[in-house]
């Protein structure tokens, strides 16, 4: 632990707004750096037309409206072993594996960078969540309706009775 180490990842994009704009800049800022398989998430009511043009910059799918809907729905196939979950919009930056590679430990491993004075998982950002393929097949998908940090704190319980850990990340900033 605590060195760099090759991991095969990949980035699930949500899209809360259903903006391609937003998504092209974030796959284009992804693949400068990065040569992963990237997927979106949009929301169910997205038009055809925007889903169209999304799909044309990458493999998009629909979840519903809220955040966690859209992280089942990413992570139901996902583009490789570990996927970083990033909000549409947001600059990614080189060699951001090798800053979370360096605390994994094993496939119940959840990683989430430390931003500002939020270091706990339920207040954190979820922009540059770490998690393995097999994460919400073991746990079980995130609640979809309720409060955010409700929904975030049911998982995180089910999580910790199943063996995992969560490491806030110092440092691990996306751009």
Not at 23 to 35: A, E, F, P, Q, Y
Not at 55 to 80: F, Q, R, V
Not at 112 to 133: M, Q, R, S, W
Request: net charge positive.
């Amino acid at each position: 632990m605590y060195t760099s180490k090759n991991i095969n990842f990949g980035f699930i994009v949500l899209n809360p707004e259903s903006n391609p704009s937003l998504l092209r800049n974030t796959v284009n800022s992804i693949r400068g750096k990065h040569d992963v398989p990237i997927i979106s998430v949009a929301e169910k009511s997205i038009k055809t037309q925007p889903f169209k043009e999304m799909n044309e910059i990458c493999p998009t799918c629909k979840g519903k409206e809220t955040y966690t809907s859209l992280i089942n729905a990413g992570m139901k196939n996902p583009p490789a072993d570990w996927n970083f979950i990033v909000i549409a919009g947001t600059y990614i930056r080189h060699r951001l594996d090798n800053k979370y590679s360096m605390f994994i430990e094993n496939e119940k491993d959840i990683l989430f960078p430390i931003v500002g004075k939020k270091y706990d998982f339920v207040e954190a950002t979820i922009n540059g969540l770490l998690l393995h393929k097999n994460c919400l097949k073991e746990i079980g998908k995130m609640a979809e309706i309720g409060p955010y940090e409700i929904c975030k704190l049911m998982w995180a319980s089910e999580a910790i009775e199943k063996g995992y850990k969560f490491k806030a990340i110092l440092g691990a900033k996306l751009c």
